[in-house]
């Protein structure tokens, strides 16, 4: 016998779900699932969810997005997913209203300071990311030209980036510069951590990375930044930078640099 006392585990949305699409919107027999196809968009609370496909389970509350291929092949319309200041873009998205949590294939992004990309990623309902595969780097490219490779992390908005082992990659090829954990900030504010380098090309230095290293924030009155500079035909600098301040009494820096000039030409 059936207990009619039992309460469902989905719950009824607290507010309107806005939905529209460009080309159809199509209803299964049951009217549980709603199809959206062509420039399709879903609207709930503080979440935006946008893509070319957009399934929609009302009974389960839960949404699938992808985009689709073009005439010639190409992805277009990926999912981009919008939550407040948080923006995402991905090769495909599960998402539960219940449980706010998400299943992500194919992400990316943009954190203070960077551009998270991971090849699979799950929410959490405090909006933290679990990754495996991800990428962190100052290059907006989609493929970027160089990157910290982060096996697993943790990303927990307005806060920080937590990773075990990672190691930096340039053009596709690892070096021999690996960290057991990582710790990258991801704020506004003053926080320790690992600060991402500039990726270029100089004609007679070569192929660079710059002003990467590590932000100390001792105290309020005081702080230092050790980075670096290396170039691909041999240059490379250290640079020690410190500034402290003591409101309406005194300000100032002190620097050291440190490095070696090798060019071609």
Same mark, same amino acid.
């Given at each position: 016998?059936?207990?009619?006392?039992?309460?469902?585990?989905?719950?009824?949305f607290e507010d309107p779900i806005?939905?529209?699409?460009?080309?159809?919107?199509?209803?299964?027999?049951?009217?549980?699932?709603?199809?959206?196809?062509?420039?399709?968009?879903?609207?709930?609370?503080?979440?935006?969810?946008?893509?070319?496909?957009?399934?929609?389970?009302?009974?389960?509350?839960?949404?699938?997005?992808?985009?689709?291929?073009?005439?010639?092949?190409?992805?277009?319309?990926?999912?981009? #997913?919008?939550? =407040?200041?948080?923006?995402?873009? @991905?090769? *495909?998205?599960?998402? %539960?209203?219940?449980?706010? $949590?998400?299943?992500?294939?194919?992400?990316?992004?943009?954190?203070?300071?960077? #551009?998270?990309? =991971?090849?699979?990623?799950?929410? @959490?309902? *405090?909006?933290?990311? %679990?990754?495996?595969?991800? $990428?962190?780097?100052?290059?907006?490219?989609?493929?970027?030209?160089?990157?910290?490779?982060?096996?697993?992390?943790?990303?927990?908005?307005?806060?920080?980036?937590?990773?075990?082992?990672?190691?930096?990659?340039?053009?596709?090829?690892?070096?021999?510069?690996?960290?057991?954990?990582?710790?990258?900030?991801?704020?506004?504010?003053?926080?320790?951590g690992i600060i991402i380098p500039?990726?270029?090309?100089?004609?007679?230095?070569?192929?660079?990375?710059?002003?990467?290293?590590?932000?100390?924030?001792?105290?309020?009155?005081?702080?230092?930044?050790?980075?670096?500079?290396?170039?691909?035909?041999?240059?490379?600098?250290?640079?020690?930078?410190?500034?402290?301040?003591?409101r309406y009494k005194f300000s100032?820096?002190?620097?050291?640099?440190?490095?070696?000039?090798?060019?071609?030409?």
């Amino acid at each position: 016998v059936k207990d009619s006392t039992k309460k469902s585990k989905n719950k009824p949305f607290e507010d309107p779900i806005f939905s529209t699409a460009k080309d159809s919107t199509v209803y299964s027999l049951d009217g549980k699932k709603v199809y959206l196809y062509g420039d399709a968009t879903v609207n709930y609370q503080t979440i935006e969810l946008k893509a070319q496909y957009i399934e929609f389970d009302t009974d389960k509350k839960i949404v699938f997005a992808k985009g689709i291929p073009d005439t010639t092949g190409k992805i277009i319309g990926k999912p981009i #997913f919008k939550e =407040g200041s948080q923006k995402y873009t @991905m090769d *495909d998205i599960y998402y %539960n209203f219940n449980s706010k $949590k998400a299943k992500i294939n194919g992400v990316i992004s943009e954190q203070e300071g960077g #551009f998270m990309h =991971g090849e699979e990623i799950k929410m @959490m309902e *405090d909006k933290s990311i %679990n990754l495996s595969n991800g $990428k962190f780097t100052s290059c907006d490219h989609p493929h970027p030209h160089f990157y910290i490779a982060i096996t697993k992390g943790k990303v927990i908005p307005n806060d920080k980036i937590v990773s075990g082992l990672a190691y930096l990659v340039l053009e596709d090829v690892p070096l021999p510069l690996g960290i057991p954990f990582g710790f990258f900030p991801n704020t506004r504010n003053r926080a320790n951590g690992i600060i991402i380098p500039e990726y270029g090309e100089e004609l007679r230095r070569g192929v660079y990375l710059r002003g990467g290293g590590y932000y100390f924030g001792i105290n309020d009155n005081m702080d230092m930044k050790i980075t670096g500079d290396i170039y691909s035909f041999g240059s490379w600098l250290i640079r020690s930078q410190s500034t402290y301040k003591k409101r309406y009494k005194f300000s100032g820096n002190f620097n050291i640099d440190y490095a070696k000039q090798k060019t071609e030409g």
